[in-house]
């Protein structure tokens, strides 16, 4: 592995859940795309894994597909960081549910951002159910992420793509709202929304690994060290431990082959993120 330039690393895109819903999620991806995971899904081992890899700090992101359950899930996560010196626990609601209850109840109990995983969960960034939670984030100055994008198997998913999030970005232009895995398969439209947009940010998970081309038939190097240097403060550093079929190694070898400064780096792989969880 290259040697690790900075330190204070956030990895911005982590998956915490119980053992159970884990393991459901990666069946249905072993499923869908023949992904086999050796990654621990134990919170102490994963975290003995990123901090050997230099990962101060990661966002603890929870999902489900159905209605209901996401209070007792984001219960999960907020008891299962609550000792953690480097979790940032994450909230999730499904558009079915009380969200303006579950948000609420899950911020006050210590979450500190929420996690929609759109294609998974079945509704769009812009769903008029959101609306009472992202009003909750937006009084509590606080962090979104969201899977919009079509990748990796989502390109008819009617929930996902840029025209969703644009619509969501029109109703709410000063949530602070992740775009993850660089907004692939329509980057250049998410990257265009980064440019225009000081709330808008986009993660590198998995579509900037090493093997992308391989796992989600994306080419890293189509974007170039100048859109990555010109947009270095919109864009962080995640990973989608543990659900990686890959060493973790290979989701940063790329981006630290890249011809960037220093300067760069240190936005990429800690200030971005400090800045996108309200940090800085
Ligand atoms: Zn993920």
Redesign the pocket.
């Known amino acids: 592995m290259a040697e690790f330039p900075i330190g204070d690393v956030v990895d911005a895109?982590v998956?915490l859940m119980p053992e159970r819903l884990m393991a459901a999620i990666r069946e249905a991806l072993s499923d869908a795309a023949g992904w086999e995971f050796n990654h621990p899904t134990d919170r102490d081992e994963m975290e003995a894994a990123l901090t050997t890899a230099g990962v101060e700090q990661y966002t603890a992101?929870p999902y489900v597909a159905r209605s209901g359950a996401a209070a007792d899930l984001n219960e999960w996560v907020i008891e299962a960081t609550a000792d953690s010196d480097h979790a940032v626990p994450f909230a999730t609601v499904h558009a079915a549910d009380d969200v303006e209850a579950v948000v609420t109840d899950a911020f006050d109990a210590g979450a500190c951002g929420l996690k929609l995983?759109l294609p998974v969960q079945g509704f769009g960034a812009d769903d008029p159910r959101l609306g009472p939670a992202y009003e909750v984030v937006a009084a509590r100055d606080a962090p979104v992420v969201l899977?919009a994008g079509t990748a990796p198997m989502f390109t008819d998913s009617p929930h996902v793509g840029v025209e969703r999030f644009e619509s969501f970005l029109a109703s709410y232009p000063d949530i602070r709202v992740c775009v993850?895995h660089m907004g692939t398969y329509e980057i250049e439209a998410f990257l265009n929304l980064a440019r225009d947009n000081d709330n808008v940010f986009l993660d590198t998970?998995f579509a900037m690994s090493s093997v992308a081309k391989t796992y989600m038939d994306f080419d890293p190097t189509t974007v170039s060290d100048d859109t990555l240097a010109e947009l270095s403060t919109s864009i962080m550093y995640g990973s989608?431990y543990p659900?990686i079929p890959y060493p973790y190694a290979r989701e940063r070898e790329h981006l630290l082959s890249r011809d960037l400064s220093v300067e760069v780096q240190r936005d990429i792989f800690s200030r971005t993120a400090q800045r996108f969880l309200g940090n800085d």
């Open positions: 895109h998956h992101l995983q899977h993850a998970t989608d659900n």
